[in-house]
Nanobody, 115 residues
Framework: VQVVESGGGLVQPGGSLRLSCAAS????????MSWYRQAPGKERELVAT????????AYADSVKGRFTISRDNAKATVYLQMNNLQPEDTAVYYC?????????WGQGTQVTVSS
């Protein structure tokens, strides 16, 4: 099983980034996919979730209207489009795959928002 995030980096306030999470080794289309983030000194928090067929999507209040989660089951990839990034969005962003008791995590990708 592999869950690999990419697309992080340094961006100025107001900028955009698109994170990708490529999965393999499990039936991606059956899993709900989520993005979490963890800032220094803080607990990991849920940012966005999309169900296996994309019918239900949920966001943390702090990112509503700025972030968009999507998935491509044919490519076994989930995305997080992040617009109007702010310094408080600085964190390591993690991809998570979940199906019942099965959870798979990626290694994380750093997003830094700074001028």
């Amino acid at each position: 099983v592999q869950v690999v995030e990419s697309g992080g980096g340094l961006v100025q306030p107001g900028g955009s980034l698109r994170l990708s999470c490529a999965a393999s080794g499990f039936t991606f289309s059956s899993y709900a996919m989520s993005w979490y983030r963890q800032a220094p000194g803080k607990e990991r928090e849920l940012v966005a979730t999309i169900t296996s067929v994309g019918g239900i999507i949920a966001y943390a209040d702090s990112v509503k209207g700025r972030f968009t989660i999507s998935r491509d089951n044919a490519k076994a990839t989930v995305y997080l489009q992040m617009n109007n990034l702010q310094p408080e969005d600085t964190a390591v962003y993690y991809c998570n795959a979940r199906l019942f008791q099965y959870h798979y995590w990626g290694q994380g990708t750093q997003v830094t928002v700074s001028s």
